[in-house]
């Protein structure tokens, strides 16, 4: 299985602010025969399903703010959230479509300071 | 507009069997894989396994394998997750999930429908 891993575990961030969160995948998951990376990030909030941001590492979802944004590639992702709105507080999680079974970091829970 | 309208939250016993649904509507639900995530209290995602309910194909993780039953009612455009003898350690909201699927009908892991959840509690 590809273990994902998330780094930090939390973080507590100032409205307006940026706040970063890593994801790391054990293998690689970019296909080079069509050199997409196979991460997509999500957004946890309690009483809610999770909901899609990003997808191919840096698509993303319609509707989602512009303020979010992914990047990386092959093991190493980052989900960048400009601008901090008090609406972002959530855990976020990112999920490798690689190789099956489909597997999820095990989330990073974003606070406002 | 795509919907997976799930069952209602369970309590159980250890050792009863449960099966919860999942009912999907807005698209062609025989052509689109549907499987099921859960999350663990206090924990991260994980995933179980999908269906493609046109001919009945089955994923599951291999975690999960035996342990549990993906099936789907194309009838009713229903799909399910059952158990025959729950554990304590089943306890965990299970959402409802489909995939993206190109109109192609290339489909890629990464999920844009959701259902809303169905909570299932196993306590003695």
């Known amino acids: 299985d590809i273990v994902m891993t998330q780094s930090p575990d939390s973080l507590t961030v100032s409205l307006g602010e940026r706040a970063t969160i890593n994801c790391k995948s054990s293998h690689t998951i970019l296909y080079n025969s069509n050199n997409r990376n196979y991460l997509a990030w999500y957004q946890l909030k309690a009483g809610q399903p999770p909901k899609l941001l990003i997808y191919w590492a840096s698509i993303r979802q319609s509707g989602v703010p512009d303020r979010f944004s992914g990047s990386g590639s092959g093991t190493d992702f980052t989900l960048t959230i400009s601008n901090l709105q008090a609406e972002d507080v959530a855990v976020y999680s990112c999920q490798q479509y690689h190789s099956i079974p489909y597997t999820f970091g095990p989330g990073t829970k974003l606070e406002i300071k | 507009e795509v919907q997976l309208v799930q069952s209602g939250a369970e309590l159980k016993k250890p050792g009863e069997s449960l099966k919860i649904s999942c009912k999907g509507s807005?698209?062609?639900?025989?052509?689109?894989?549907i499987g099921w995530v859960r999350q663990l209290p206090g924990r991260g995602l994980e995933w179980l396994g999908y269906?493609?309910?046109?001919?009945?194909?089955?994923i599951y993780s291999p975690s999960f394998e035996g342990q549990i039953t993906i099936s789907a009612d194309k009838l009713t455009t229903t799909a399910y997750l059952q158990w025959s003898s729950l554990r304590a350690s089943d306890s965990a909201m299970y959402y409802c999930?489909?995939?993206?699927?190109?109109?192609?009908?290339?489909?890629?892991?990464?999920?844009?429908?959701w259902g809303q959840g169905t909570l299932v509690t196993v306590s003695s």
């Open positions: 269906i493609f309910p046109a001919d009945s194909d089955t």
């Open positions: 807005g698209y062609k639900f025989n052509n689109f894989w």
């Open positions: 999930a489909r995939p993206w699927s190109t109109s192609a009908g290339q489909t890629y892991g990464y999920i844009d429908s």
